[in-house]
Structures are given as structure tokens and as C-alpha cells.
């Protein structure tokens, strides 16, 4: 009965995860980043979705519903944040039933009743389903607990059923995305042209010999660049530049710290703390009462922190231990031994050469060798962390491959956790592990183990007191007060040059956040605020452990994009073609070899040389990846030079020096179906911002929240 009471619990959260997967699925776009278009008028409306408007009241309703319904499962009130993500999945629960709504009605396409019993206890469990119905002990999905839930369900507080029903709606919805977006991945073709160009661009290869000149060769100063320019430029190439509603301002941080009267209290607090542990009959109810931040009492190697690993070999049975810092934290333990756990957890990390399960046998036998090839240069010597950042092709690539720790309870795929919990020891595995998703070069780099330690941990946290924060607040509200022009503003950070000043650019409307500031939305709606112009002053904001005082510096409208708000992108491309000018005419003087010519040239002439370059993935020795460049060497003919032209950053004279051109080959089957794979992929996003776009999304909650 505890697993049922937890599963009806979690039914209400549930729901909310298929709610958030959903948003991930609409924000390809980023509808939320100050880009709708305003109607002018109505200062009730939320927004507008297919033509649809959408009433402040209407939309309020439902995030205090929703708010409610978090009280009830959660126990507490929502928080800032917590309050913006109902908001978020509100929004976005009105562009499903307004924008894809209209879709999926027009094609005819719907979830019936047998399939969402299929979804909940059928054939085809729901992944959310199979997470929330979870046994703990063997940790997988079990359909008996579902049974048992849906048995009880009439039984349970109305509450929990209409949070089930929601869940249930979040489930259908789900499925009908899916629905919609496989049939429209089904219209995406690739011709057998489309595959001979993919083949050709990934296997045809020319070396070259060529001349740069980079613009950073020229002087800036011996360019000057003037606002008409600019003003031409921008003309020129206005989608290249799209406006966004923005501020931009300076601010100054009154950092709220413990004075030396409240860390001598914190002090004092700790020792007492560490004597009542010492003698505390129940160590971990203690801790968990006195502790700011809750931690296990059996906790593993890998969940204890590096500062008290070290420490562990000296510890015995009923000693106070610590404190140790972590940031502005402390801890102190008191140790009761160890314990044996029926899991084993270990570290490792892995090179993963890519080749799905689908793949043809050609492709799995060149995957195979290239990690065998790793595999081999790692047994001479190479760096594991540093083959794994140049080969990786997961998301670990970045961290040496590193996959932190993990038990052996299913989380990884079965072939991979064999082999590693079937290794002892630390270091290389001998073979390549083999797995759906391609090929593993794998390094245990912490030994299994299924011991666990007994950590009463007491963590607090030092703290300003009232009074500390109170003096903090007072100098920031006399700042303000004192410099409430921009001039007074400036002059004062001049003055005194202890004043923490920062920056914020181009903050988007609907932003919660900017810098490191998570929760400043109050400072955001002061910036776009009707009443607040450039020049002006802001009163003191509060943010976590620290005052604000802000000053508007700037901003940009969408619908009237200024040189101003492309300043630097807007004199770096006309720089870029003043100076490819003056090289480009300096170059048609001169003659001769490359080198020849570079030498005449002077100073910031390079000559270089690369071979095999493919259109595909053609990277230039100082150049980086031109494609400009790139197109030059394939198009010329073995033995002739180009005149100067170009480049991404500088100017170029190419000459081919070599060209082998793709092998003839009957079946692109390979190619082909990259090709597709590729094109599935792009498609979702692609849906979703034609679907965004058809609806004409209008988002004006920042004017709201």
C-alpha cells in the first residue's frame, strides 16, 4: 500500500512532466524571448493564437488552479519559479488546442479509448507511465501496480482523480504530437540526386596550395567606418539582422555578507551542534532536524563529498568529524560505520564511436575498427580524456567521456553494465563493448563497490543576520536616493571605485533572469516599464543575497532595428569589406608563385597548404572552415590559380593542386538513408515553427508577470 499511496502522489507530477515535455517540444523557437508582435489595444489580452485572443482573467484562472493543485500535492505554495513553469505549460497547452488543435482536427486525427488504456496497462505502456509505476526494489515497470491503482481509484480524495484525468489528457496529447509528427516525417524524401551529392561531398578530395591574407592584417585604425555606412549596409541585408524588444542597463550589487558578528554566532552554533550530535541517541533524526540542507544517513562513496573522502580511512564509530567548508556551508559528521548494500555502484567513462543497430554491416565494421584503432593508441600511451574529447560522439565527449557514477540497477543498456560491473579493478577494459548504440571504449576509473557509509551529517549555512541586512539595505537605498540621475549614477561609481557595477544587454522582454541574476523579473519589468526612459534611476531590488540599484542605458524595437543595436556585428562585416578592398587591389599588382607573391605582398601574407579537404568537412590550415574558400578548390581545375577574391575573414588566391574525385558507386542505399535520417530529424523543428508561424503567436504575458 506505500507504493500506491506514492503513486498518488506523484499522479499530479506526473502530469506535469508530460506538460514540460511538451514545452521543450514547442520552444524550438523560442516564443518566449520578447519576439511577438503586440496588437495595439487591449490591455487584457494575454496573447493571441490563431487568430484566437486570449483573456488575463481566462489565463490567471488557470495558473491559480494550477497553483492549488500544486499546494495539494506538494504540501507547500509554489515559488517564483515554480509559478513561471505553470505559466509556461498554460501557454503552451493553449497553442496545442489552438494552433496544433486546428491540425490535428483537420487531418482527422485522434487518440481513442483503447488507445489510451493500451497507453496506461496495455501492450504499449507510456514511457511516463512506466516511470511513475516503477517497482522499487527490482526497478522496473511492474503493470500489477498500475492494476492496483486504477482498482482504488474511485476511492481516492477528488483531487487526485482530477490530477489523474489530467495526467491521462497530458498522455493523449502526447500521443497525438506523435501521431502528426510521424506522418509528416513520412512526406520527407531523398532523391537519389540528393544521396550522390551527400557521397560526393563526404568522399571527393582535392589538396590545395593557396595565399591568405587575413583582415586582422590590417589595422583598424587605417579603416574607418562611418554611420552611413552602416546605415547602407543594414539596408542591404535587413533579414540578417532582426529586431528584438530589449533594454540594457548598468547596475550597481550591495552584496549582503555575514559580518564578523554573525560568523562568531555561526560559530558558536556549531560547536554547540557538534556536542548535542555526539550525544544524540537517534544520529540521523538529529541531523535531519538541525541540518539547513537535508542528506542521507547511508550514503555511497560517490554521494560523499571530496572534502570528506580523505578523511573516512581515520574515522571510527561514534566520532564527531569536521567542520567542513563547502562554499558558505559547513558540515559536521558523526560516523556509525559501514554497511553492505545489495547494489554495486561504479565510476567510469567511455568513448562511444556511433553506429546504430539499423546500420548496414559496412558502416558497423568501420565504426568497429575506428574504435579498435582508439582502443590501440590508448594501449600506447595516448590520453584517455584526451581521445575521448577528439572521438566522443555523446554528450560526455566534453568531460574525457566521464559518466559519473552508477549502480547496476538497469540504468545503463545490459551489454555496457556487464561488462563493467564484470570488471575488477580500475583501468581499460581489454575489448570493446559493443551496444545498440555503437561501440565502447571504456575505463573504469572507480572501482565497484556496494558499501555504504553511515553519515549523520548536520549542514548549515552561515548567514547574514537581520541586522546586517538591514545596514546593507540602507546604504543601497542611500545610494539611490543620493544619485538619482544618470550623471550622479556615473559620478558616483567614478567616486568610489569599491561599488560593484555590471552590466546587462539587450535583456529580452520576457526574460525571468540576466547575467547571474536567476530571479530578477522585477528588475526586468522595471526596465521595460512605460514610465522608465533612458537616463532613468531605479529604487532598491532585492535579489537572494544581494541589493540592487539599476540604471537604463538602452534599448531596441523590433519593428525599428537601428545601427545602434547592431553596432559592432554592423562595422565588423563593412570593416571586413573596406579591408578586403584594399587587399584584394594591392594582390592584383603582384605576380608570380604564391610564395612569390606573398612576399611582395609583405606582411600578413601567409602561404599554406592542406590535402585531402572534402566538401563535407573541409577545414583550412589559419582560414578554419571557409566554405567560400572550400567551394573555390573544388571548382578550379588541377594547376590553375583563382584570382583574388573574398573569404570569410580574409582574402584568398587558390590554386588545385590535386583532385580525386568520388569512386563511381551502384548503391547509395547508405547515403540515402543518412540523408533521410537527417531530414526526419530537422523535421520536428521545422513543423513546429510552420505550425507557430500559420497560428501568428502573439505572447504578451510580460506585460502581465
Not at 57 to 84: I, L
Not at 214 to 239: I, W
Amino acid at each position: 500500500m506505500a507504493l500506491i499511496t506514492k503513486i498518488r502522489e506523484k499522479s499530479g507530477i506526473a502530469a506535469a512532466a508530460i506538460a514540460i515535455s511538451l514545452i521543450f517540444f514547442l520552444i524550438g523557437g523560442d516564443i518566449f524571448s520578447g519576439n511577438s508582435r503586440f496588437f495595439g489595444g487591449s490591455s487584457d489580452v494575454v496573447g493571441e493564437i490563431g487568430g484566437e485572443k486570449i483573456n488575463y482573467k481566462d489565463f490567471q484562472k488557470k495558473v491559480e488552479d494550477a497553483a492549488q493543485n500544486y499546494t495539494q500535492q506538494a504540501g507547500r505554495s509554489p515559488g517564483e519559479q515554480e509559478t513561471s513553469q505553470m505559466r509556461d505549460q498554460i501557454w503552451n497547452q493553449y497553442i496545442l488546442d489552438l494552433a496544433y488543435g486546428k491540425e490535428y482536427e483537420a487531418l482527422g486525427l485522434s487518440v481513442s479509448s483503447k488507445e489510451l488504456v493500451d497507453m496506461v496497462q496495455g501492450e504499449n505502456i507510456h514511457p511516463s507511465v512506466r516511470q511513475q509505476f516503477t517497482n522499487p526494489q527490482t526497478g522496473q515497470f511492474d503493470k500489477t501496480y498500475v492494476i492496483q491503482f486504477l482498482k482504488n481509484f474511485k476511492t481516492m480524495p477528488v483531487p487526485q482523480q482530477q490530477a489523474w484525468a489530467s495526467f491521462e489528457k497530458s498522455l493523449a496529447q502526447d500521443r497525438l504530437r506523435t501521431k502528426y509528427e510521424n506522418l509528416m516525417k513520412m512526406s520527407t524524401y531523398t532523391t537519389n540526386a540528393e544521396a550522390q551529392k551527400e557521397y560526393v561531398a563526404q568522399t571527393s578530395k582535392v589538396d590545395a596550395h593557396y595565399l591568405y591574407v587575413p583582415f586582422y592584417s590590417v589595422a583598424d585604425s587605417t579603416v574607418k567606418v562611418t554611420d552611413s555606412q552602416l546605415e547602407d549596409y543594414l539596408g542591404k541585408h535587413k533579414d540578417a539582422f532582426i529586431g528584438q524588444n530589449t533594454r540594457s542597463i548598468q547596475y550597481v550589487t550591495f552584496p549582503v555578507i555575514p559580518s564578523k558578528q554573525d560568523t562568531a554566532s555561526f560559530y558558536n552554533d556549531i560547536k554547540r551542534l557538534a556536542k548535542e550530535l555526539a550525544i544524540s541517541k537517534n544520529d540521523s533524526a538529529f541531523a535531519m532536524m538541525n541540518s539547513d540542507v537535508k542528506t542521507p544517513y547511508y550514503v555511497t562513496m560517490a554521494e560523499i563529498p571530496e572534502s570528506v573522502k580523505g578523511s573516512l580511512g581515520s574515522m571510527t564509530p561514534g566520532g564527531i568529524y569536521g567542520p567542513f567548508k563547502n562554499g558558505m556551508s559547513y558540515s559536521i559528521y558523526k560516523y556509525g560505520g559501514i554497511q553492505k548494500d545489495s547494489l554495486f555502484t561504479v565510476r567510469a567513462s567511455h568513448i562511444l564511436i556511433q553506429a546504430a543497430k539499423a546500420a548496414p554491416d559496412s558502416v558497423k565494421a568501420a565504426a568497429r575498427k575506428r574504435a579498435e584503432g582508439i582502443l590501440a593508441q590508448i594501449r600506447g600511451g595516448a590520453s584517455f580524456e584526451a581521445m575521448a574529447q577528439q572521438f566522443g560522439t555523446d554528450g560526455t565527449a566534453q568531460q574525457g567521456g566521464d559518466l559519473g557514477y552508477f549502480k547496476n540497477n538497469g540504468s545503463m543498456v545490459k551489454p555496457f553494465e556487464n561488462a563493467i560491473f564484470g570488471f575488477s579493478g580500475t583501468g581499460l577494459l581489454a575489448n570493446i563493448v559493443e551496444t545498440d548504440f555503437g561501440y565502447h571504449i571504456v575505463k573504469v576509473t572507480e572501482a565497484k563497490t556496494n558499501t555504504r557509509y553511515k553519515l549523520a551529517a548536520v549542514n548549515r549555512t552561515i548567514a547574514p543576520s537581520q541586522a546586517t541586512m538591514d545596514e546593507v539595505l540602507r546604504k543601497a537605498d542611500a545610494f539611490a536616493t543620493e544619485n538619482n540621475t544618470k550623471d550622479k549614477f556615473e559620478a558616483a561609481l567614478k567616486k568610489d571605485r569599491t561599488l560593484l557595477m555590471l552590466r546587462g544587454d539587450k535583456i529580452p522582454e520576457g526574460a525571468a533572469g540576466f547575467n547571474n541574476l536567476q530571479n530578477a523579473r522585477d528588475i526586468v519589468r522595471w526596465a521595460f516599464n512605460s514610465d522608465t526612459k533612458i537616463g532613468s534611476i531605479s529604487t532598491v531590488f532585492q535579489n537572494e543575497n544581494q541589493y540592487i540599484v539599476a540604471l537604463e542605458t538602452g534599448s531596441t524595437d523590433k519593428d525599428k532595428v537601428k545601427i545602434d543595436d547592431f553596432r559592432d556585428e554592423l562595422t565588423a562585416r563593412v570593416r571586413g569589406e573596406m579591408k578586403a578592398e584594399i587587399i584584394t587591389k594591392k594582390l592584383s599588382g603582384v605576380s608570380g608563385t604564391l610564395e612569390q607573391m606573398a612576399q611582395k605582398y609583405g606582411a600578413g601574407a601567409l602561404v599554406e597548404t592542406v590535402t585531402d579537404l572534402t566538401l563535407a568537412q573541409g577545414v583550412l590550415t589559419s582560414a578554419g572552415a571557409d566554405p567560400t574558400a572550400l567551394g573555390k578548390a573544388f571548382g578550379l581545375k588541377v594547376g590553375q590559380k583563382s584570382k583574388p577574391f573574398k573569404g570569410e575573414a580574409g582574402v584568398f588566391i587558390m590554386e588545385t593542386t590535386k583532385s580525386t574525385p568520388a569512386p563511381a558507386m551502384a548503391d547509395l542505399t547508405m547515403y540515402k538513408n543518412s540523408a533521410k535520417m537527417m531530414a526526419a530529424q530537422r523535421a520536428s523543428y521545422y513543423i513546429n515553427e510552420a505550425i507557430k508561424e500559420n497560428a501568428k503567436v502573439i505572447d504578451n504575458r510580460a506585460k502581465f508577470y
